[in-house]
């Protein structure tokens, strides 16, 4: 098994800001949507039903959180265009920027009663964004966003060496004072035990695993990690007010992650899980 990387280690010591990454394999493209997603109920209205994609949420430039959603309506509706042609549900990619609480349709794509894509419409302009109202549907589709993965509360169960060395050894009792410890991450604060955030910025990067390898000196299948590719999310502190040693994300399942953390892979168990359909019926609202 191959040493983390000096590099790597040489970053670790300064501490200015902490970067996780999280490996997760996922086409950002709404056209993608119909195949290996995994879709979670969050709005049961009269007319219609809207599910998240739990597997594309993404962090883009600008502290922009960018996630997929399906609208299925409860009675097909006509398609302006050729006659007699409907759709029975949208799929839709919105745009949500946090700190101001607005949002965007980046791209939308109707569908027919089987599935086919009858017409796709993409944003016209990046600067279209919506204040998200109070208690409209949209504020309801922005907070089922704060239940995915990274975010939420994880308890550190155990950790594992990449490559376990004398130094490593000696350093086991002070390992072991850290199983138990709570990562706790949300949209713009962070905490690693007693060590915290205000100020997170998050942004995917992404990297096959030999890039990975020559960034790191961290081969993917050394730790159990079989995928191609990863999706990382770099998360760094703004404020200057959290210095942790810089980690690294592994997403193994939906409620587990390994996080490199000062040359080993602590295991993170999610506390809090998703709880299924957690909006209740409303009004026809979008906003």
């Given at each position: 098994?191959r040493k983390v990387s000096s590099w790597l280690l040489r970053i670790s010591l300064c501490g200015a800001t902490s970067i996780f990454v999280l490996a997760c394999c996922f086409d950002s493209s709404i056209r993608a949507q119909q195949t290996?997603?995994?879709?979670?109920?969050?709005?049961?209205?009269?007319?219609?039903?809207?599910?998240?994609?739990?597997?594309?949420?993404?962090?883009?430039?600008?502290?922009?959180?960018?996630?997929?959603?399906?609208?299925?309506?409860?009675?097909?509706?006509?398609?302006?265009?050729?006659?007699?042609?409907?759709?029975?549900?949208?799929?839709?990619?919105?745009?949500?920027?946090?700190?101001?609480?607005?949002?965007?349709?980046?791209?939308?794509?109707?569908?027919?009663?089987?599935?086919?894509?009858?017409?796709?419409?993409?944003?016209?302009?990046?600067?279209?964004?919506?204040?998200?109202?109070?208690?409209?549907?949209?504020?309801?589709?922005?907070?089922?966003?704060?239940?995915?993965?990274?975010?939420?509360?994880?308890?550190?169960?155990?950790?594992?060496?990449?490559?376990?060395?004398?130094?490593?050894?000696?350093?086991?009792?002070?390992?072991?004072?850290?199983?138990?410890?709570?990562?706790?991450?949300?949209?713009?604060?962070?905490?690693?035990?007693?060590?915290?955030?205000?100020?997170?910025?998050?942004?995917?990067?992404?990297?096959?695993?030999?890039?990975?390898?020559?960034?790191?000196?961290?081969?993917?299948?050394?730790?159990?990690?079989?995928?191609d590719r990863a999706e990382m999310i770099n998360v760094r502190c703004d404020g200057n007010d959290w210095t942790p040693s810089q980690s690294l994300l592994l997403r193994v399942k939906q409620d587990e992650m390994l996080m490199l953390w000062?040359?080993?892979?602590?295991?993170?168990?999610?506390?809090?899980?998703?709880?299924?359909?957690?909006?209740?019926?409303?009004?026809?609202?979008?906003?």
């Open positions: 098994m290996n997603d995994k879709w979670q109920r969050v709005y049961t209205g009269e007319d219609s039903l809207i599910d998240i994609n739990v597997a594309n949420l993404r962090f883009e430039p600008g502290n922009i959180l960018r996630a997929g959603f399906r609208t299925i309506l409860s009675k097909p509706e006509k398609l302006e265009g050729p006659a007699g042609a409907k759709f029975q549900s949208r799929l839709e990619t919105i745009d949500f920027k946090a700190h101001e609480r607005r949002y965007r349709i980046w791209e939308t794509s109707l569908l027919d009663s089987k599935g086919q894509i009858l017409r796709t419409y993409a944003a016209t302009s990046t600067d279209d964004w919506r204040i998200i109202k109070v208690g409209g549907v949209m504020e309801r589709l922005f907070n089922a966003i704060r239940a995915l993965p990274p975010f939420g509360s994880w308890k550190v169960v155990e950790y594992r060496f990449a490559a376990r060395t004398d130094t490593e050894a000696q350093r086991s009792a002070e390992l072991e004072r850290l199983v138990g410890t709570r990562v706790r991450l949300q949209m713009d604060r962070g905490e690693v035990g007693a060590k915290v955030c205000n100020a997170l910025v998050y942004e995917d990067k992404r990297a096959t695993k030999d890039e990975l390898f020559r960034q790191l000196g961290i081969e993917l299948e050394s730790i159990g990690i079989t995928a000062k040359g080993v892979f602590l295991v993170l168990k999610r506390e809090r899980q998703w709880t299924g359909d957690i909006v209740p019926p409303l009004k026809r609202a979008r906003g």
